[in-house]
């Protein structure tokens, strides 16, 4: 009887616990590091980290975006485009504000941290069974000729999440062969490559991570940016200011309206332009398993699953960046990341309920400011 009565002591503490959890409303509430068992003086040195450590590309992201892309046959931007702000970010812990640096209102580019929100459209279509399994062929779930032939019938979800589909094919006047081609050989070299059979092969593509959004539509059968605001952003408090955009030329006819199907990073431009403290706010939502407050917006099973490492490459997920390349260190291989070109970054730490924001910081010092916040955990 007592072990009953010990375990049932247990499950209300914790139950207790769960409940008295700090979620932010309007007005985010900040505590200082020491309050949260956290070196101060560490946490410090990581904000100047961030602010001194800045990213050297042009402010004028169309300059930025044209100079990295220059290698690829016919690049053009096709969507909205911003100049960027200089370093901002958040530490949060236990749900409260312990650090900040920045103009953490303004809205910015995020590029291919778009791609952790575009996942997340995916796995609410799991959870609400639009789409069955992951391992689904997509092909049955997408109208057109998209998934047709041989090789690009056989691409399931889980490929495409994972970037490891190899598919072939143009989309929006973008083409796979053009999106990040190899420095040398020509334009046939290119186009004639030997195709890899899907799951196999890892690589970063955003015109395939264009057709997931595009096919997620299909599912969805609503805008994406209308999902995920309903779902997702509305619950956790985010401003009103953030925005989804595709391509000027990727508006398609959903049901007799037109829709445009947008893109999962700012490549050829689009993908979510957002200010910092919802990008914090969403950061919040996995570290906390998908449950805000008494919502479970999105399954405990899918925020696991995205940062679980792939058979391709064990450092990506569902369109996360896992630690299990010790990418970011020599720390958990539980932290994970969305990240973003020109240096934007969410790092999820759930066993701590930690959470850092940080933008237009170097991308090769990431790792440093994690293990540096890290540290600051007494």
């Not at 100047?48 to 690049?75: L, T």
């Not at 639009?130 to 057109?144: F, Q």
């Not at 925005?243 to 689009?270: A, E, I, K, P, T």
Request: net charge neutral; aromatic share 12%.
């Amino acid at each position: 009887m007592k072990i009953y009565l010990s375990l049932a002591a247990t499950l209300a503490c914790l139950t207790f616990q769960a409940q008295q959890l700090y979620y932010p409303d309007s007005t985010w509430q900040t505590k200082t590091a020491t309050e949260l068992q956290m070196n101060q003086s560490v946490i410090d040195s990581a904000v100047r980290f961030a602010i001194s450590n800045e990213v050297k590309i042009d402010y004028d992201m169309r300059i930025a975006n044209i100079k990295s892309y220059s290698n690829e046959p016919g690049y053009k931007i096709l969507g909205p485009m911003k100049q960027r702000g200089k370093p901002a970010g958040l530490i949060i812990k236990n749900g409260y504000i312990i650090a900040q640096w920045g103009d953490l209102y303004r809205v910015d580019m995020t590029f291919s941290v778009t791609k952790s929100y575009l996942s997340t459209v995916a796995g609410l279509a799991v959870d609400n069974r639009l789409i069955r399994s992951v391992d689904d062929k997509v092909k049955t779930y997408v109208w057109d000729d998209k998934f047709d032939g041989e090789h690009n019938g056989k691409i399931t979800w889980r490929h495409l999440l994972t970037q490891s589909s190899d598919w072939s094919g143009c989309l929006f006047d973008n083409c796979d062969w053009a999106d990040r081609p190899p420095k040398e050989g020509g334009i046939d070299d290119w186009k004639n490559r030997k195709l890899l059979e899907p799951g196999t092969n890892y690589e970063y593509n955003d015109v395939r991570v264009n057709l997931l959004s595009y096919s997620l539509l299909q599912v969805w059968r609503k805008p994406l940016p209308v999902v995920l605001k309903e779902k997702i952003m509305d619950p956790i408090g985010a401003s009103s200011t953030w925005r989804w955009f595709g391509y000027d030329n990727s508006y398609v006819n959903m049901d007799g309206l037109m829709v445009q199907s947008v893109s999962g990073g700012g490549h050829h431009g689009g993908g979510i332009f957002i200010n910092t403290y919802d990008q914090a706010r969403f950061g919040l939502l996995f570290a906390r398993k998908g449950k805000w407050k008494n919502q479970q917006l999105i399954s405990a099973d899918w925020v696991n699953g995205v940062h679980q490492p792939s058979f391709a490459n064990k450092s990506y997920g569902f369109l996360w960046w896992t630690n299990h390349g010790n990418d970011l260190g020599k720390i958990s291989k539980d932290i994970y990341s969305a990240q973003g070109y020109g240096g934007n970054f969410i790092v999820i730490d759930s066993e701590h309920d930690l959470v850092i924001v940080t933008r237009w910081l170097d991308t090769g010092k990431l790792g440093e400011l994690v293990r540096l916040v890290e540290s600051s955990i007494k």
